[in-house]
C-alpha cells in the first residue's frame, strides 16, 4: 500500500496548503480518529481502496494523513483553510489552487465515492 504521509503539525499543514495553492498535484487528506470504531472500520475501506488504486491514478496524487485526536489543531486548521466543516472520518480531494472538488464523511467514505471522486485525473 502507498504510504500516506502523516500531518504532524501546524507549519507541516500550512507549507503544504501554501504548495497546494500554488499548483501541483491535487492533494487527497484522510482524517482519522484513533479511538472511533466507525473511523477504524472506514480506514479499513480506505486502505483497501488505496492498495487497489491503479498507480497511474495514484502517480497523480498527493496523499496526506490526519489523527484528528493528536492533531487537532491541524484538523481545525484544515477544515478552516478548505471551508468544509470538520468531521472524522472524513476525506478530501483538494485541486491545485486550493479548490476542493470532493469531501465525504462516515459511510460516504467507501470505494465508490472515492472512484467518483479521481475518475477525472
Given at each position: 500500500?502507498?504510504?500516506?504521509?502523516?500531518?504532524?503539525?501546524?507549519?507541516?499543514?500550512?507549507?503544504?496548503?501554501?504548495?497546494?495553492?500554488?499548483?501541483?498535484?491535487?492533494l487527497?487528506?484522510?482524517?482519522?480518529?484513533?479511538?472511533?470504531?466507525?473511523?477504524?472500520?472506514?480506514?479499513?475501506?480506505?486502505?483497501?481502496?488505496?492498495?487497489?488504486?491503479?498507480?497511474?491514478?495514484?502517480?497523480?496524487?498527493?496523499?496526506?494523513?490526519?489523527?484528528?485526536?493528536?492533531?487537532?489543531?491541524?484538523?481545525?486548521?484544515?477544515?478552516?483553510?478548505?471551508?468544509?466543516?470538520h468531521?472524522?472520518p472524513?476525506?478530501?480531494?483538494?485541486?491545485?489552487?486550493?479548490?476542493?472538488?470532493?469531501?465525504?464523511?462516515?459511510?460516504?467514505?467507501?470505494?465508490?465515492?472515492?472512484?467518483?471522486?479521481?475518475?477525472?485525473?
Amino acid at each position: 500500500m502507498p504510504e500516506m504521509p502523516a500531518l504532524k503539525d501546524l507549519p507541516q499543514w500550512e507549507s503544504l496548503w501554501k504548495a497546494q495553492q500554488a499548483g501541483g498535484k491535487p492533494l487527497l487528506i484522510f482524517k482519522k480518529s484513533p479511538i472511533c470504531p466507525t473511523s477504524h472500520h472506514v480506514e479499513s475501506t480506505f486502505n483497501a481502496w488505496l492498495a487497489a488504486l491503479d498507480q497511474g491514478v495514484l502517480a497523480k496524487l498527493n496523499l496526506a494523513l490526519v489523527d484528528v485526536v493528536n492533531q487537532r489543531p491541524v484538523a481545525r486548521k484544515i477544515a478552516d483553510d478548505t471551508g468544509v466543516r470538520h468531521e472524522s472520518p472524513q476525506a478530501l480531494l483538494i485541486a491545485p489552487g486550493g479548490k476542493v472538488l470532493w469531501h465525504a464523511s462516515h459511510g460516504d467514505v467507501d470505494e465508490e465515492s472515492l472512484d467518483k471522486a479521481v475518475a477525472g485525473l
